[in-house]
T-cell receptor, first 115, second 114 residues
Framework: AQSVAQPEDQVNVAEGNPLTVKCTYSVSGNPYLFWYVQYPNRGLQFLLKYITGDNLVKGSYGFEAEFNKSQTSFHLKKPSALVSDSALYFCAVRDIFSGNTPLVFGKGTRLSVIA | SAVISQKPSRDICQRGTSLTIQCQVDSQVTMMFWYRQQPGQSLTLIATANQGSEATYESGFVIDKFPISRPNLTFSTLTVSNMSPEDSSIYLC???????????FGQGTRLTVV
């Protein structure tokens, strides 16, 4: 079975400071990993994904994420947070051998960037 | 990427009535997915809609409550039937997400049942 854990319901960070939103996963094989962001009254927007290769993945809006196989983690990071980054963030996973099955999402982490 | 138009964006409905949500994709896709996002919670998959066959429902969701149509490769509808306040949620349609491909989402339908 596949699963995703986002251990923090809420992350608060001051504008200009680095931010980290945590994600750990569980799959039987190797993972495809994704991060999405949801702004108020909007659908989910794709930020970045890890497929294979370099463990550090860069995505939209200056976000990046680091894949750590030994810790089964895929934390989302940004060097300098903006107030406009305040949103709900979802991590998602799919086992590479699971074919066309839907993504499995974490419960989400609400990021609040304070000016 | 895929562009998904979902409507209505929001609605307030009386209990006992039904609401049909439409999802239009700008390209042909094999599978479309319908999710529910209850307040403050993650996404829960309702069903997978394949063109030309009946939708496949996840545990806890039944066709009588959430009938789905998939008349062609670019369109699907989800109906929330005999609504109760517990059905108040955001409903999202999604495409893509096979193998290493990311999923794309409509903007969601915020449903409030009173």
């Amino acid at each position: 079975a596949q699963s995703v854990a986002q251990p923090e319901d809420q992350v608060n960070v001051a504008e200009g400071n680095p931010l980290t939103v945590k994600c750990t996963y569980s799959v039987s094989g190797n993972p495809y990993l994704f991060w999405y962001v949801q702004y108020p009254n909007r659908g989910l927007q794709f930020l970045l994904k890890y497929i294979t290769g370099d463990n550090l993945v860069k995505g939209s809006y200056g976000f990046e994420a680091e894949f750590n196989k030994s810790q089964t983690s895929f934390h989302l990071k940004k060097p300098s947070a903006l107030v406009s980054d305040s949103a709900l963030y979802f991590c998602a996973v799919r086992d590479i051998f699971s074919g066309n099955t839907p993504l499995v999402f974490g419960k989400g982490t609400r990021l609040s960037v304070i000016a | 990427s895929a562009v998904i138009s979902q409507k209505p964006s929001r609605d307030i409905c009386q209990r006992g009535t039904s609401l049909t949500i439409q999802c239009q994709v700008d390209s042909q896709v094999t599978m479309m997915f319908w999710y529910r996002q209850q307040p403050g919670q993650s996404l829960t998959l309702i069903a997978t809609a394949n063109q030309g066959s009946e939708a496949t429902y996840e545990s806890g969701f039944v066709i009588d409550k959430f009938p789905i149509s998939r008349p062609n490769l670019t369109f699907s509808t989800l109906t929330v039937s005999n609504m109760s306040p517990e059905d108040s949620s955001i409903y999202l349609c999604s495409v893509g997400a096979s193998g290493a491909t990311e999923a794309f989402f409509g903007q969601g339908t915020r449903l409030t049942v009173v």
